[in-house]
Structures are given as C-alpha cells and as structure tokens.
C-alpha cells in the first residue's frame, strides 16, 4: 500500500487539544490499512508512521492492535450507518428504503472504497482471530441494529408477514454482503449489482416458510 506524502515529522504524546484529531486520524489511517493488508499483516508500527506519531502515542490512544481494530469497526459501522439512515429520509416502504440503501452504498464506495474494503476484510479477520471477537463489545452492533429496525417497521406496516421475517434479513445480508466482498473493488461492476439487487425487489418482497418434510 503506497504510503501518503506530508510531513514526516513524528510526534509523541499530543496535548489534549489535538487528541480527538490525532485519534480520528489514526482511526482512518488504520481502516485503509486493515482493509488492503488485514488484521495480520497490518502494525501498529506502520499505522503509527502513516499517522505521524510514535508507536508509543498509538499505544496511548488505542491499548493492542485489537482495540485498534474495533474502534476503527464501530467507527466505520457508525459512519455507514448514518448515511444509510439519511438515504432512507422519504422513503415509504421496504422496498424504498432498501433501494435507497443499495444506492447509498454504490455512493459511499465511489467515495472511499476503503469502508466497504475494510468490512469485507473484517468478516474474514474475526474468524481467523479470536482477539477481535474477545475485544468487541456484547451489545448488538450499529448496522444490524438498523436493518432489524428497518424490518421490524414493515413487519408492523404490514408489508412483510411476521413469517418472512429471518428470511428478509438474511436477504438482505446476502445482498450487501455480496456486493462489499465481490464488487467493491470495481465501480462498474458494484453499479451492475446494485442495479441488479433493485429490478429483483421492484416487483416487492414475498416469501413463502419453507415447511420441512
């Protein structure tokens, strides 16, 4: 990953009127990092370079390489999160909101394709180390939070039936799963599958339980 230009002076500990820049910059610093090389071959030394400060001063903002890891996770949940919520400002039904979704997120990887880079690798990354999953806090987290609420409300409007629950938000996942693991590294391709994901809803959202034999 070629490493960005400006200053290469390095500070220590930074007073506290710079700390909430330092560590927002250290936070951005980190997620294109994990997302290009993972959590394993990202360090904290590197992170601390790029950043502009020591590797001791990381480790004053941010414990272990973990910590790092999800705080740079929720902050980017977060992110992801409140421009999906903004998206969906208008939007009458189920359908609606999750076009105004697939599109937002064609967006937001126009823009910086490092978020939707960086929660592919995660999906990954927390498998193969047990730190991440030790480190992440137990409440449920922002993005799913947000598309249960999503659902739940047409389940209350009466647009998906209470059975069709799970399997909306399995469709879901799926749907934006695939596209931040396959696509996000190509606009065009990402573009297809968004589109793709809206002429398959525009006929609406209908499941039938499957009954075991």
Known sequence: ????????????????????????????????????????????????????????????????????????LLRTEISVEARFRTACTGCSSLVERLGAVLDESHRMNSEDPSLAQFLAAFRIDERRHDEIGRALPGASRTIDVFFRDMVDQAVSEGEVPPSARGPVLSLIAILLVGLSDAMSDDLRAHRRGVDAAKALMSGGISFVPHVAR
């Open 1 to 72: 990953m070629g490493r960005t230009g400006g200053s290469t002076r390095r500070l220590g500990r930074p007073p506290s009127t710079d700390s909430e820049e330092t560590r927002v910059r250290i936070l951005d610093v980190a997620r294109r990092e994990f997302a290009v090389l993972g959590y394993e071959n990202t360090t904290n030394r590197n992170i601390a370079t790029e950043a502009g400060i020591t590797t001791a001063a990381l480790y004053h903002y941010f414990p272990s390489k973990a910590d790092l890891y999800v705080a740079v």
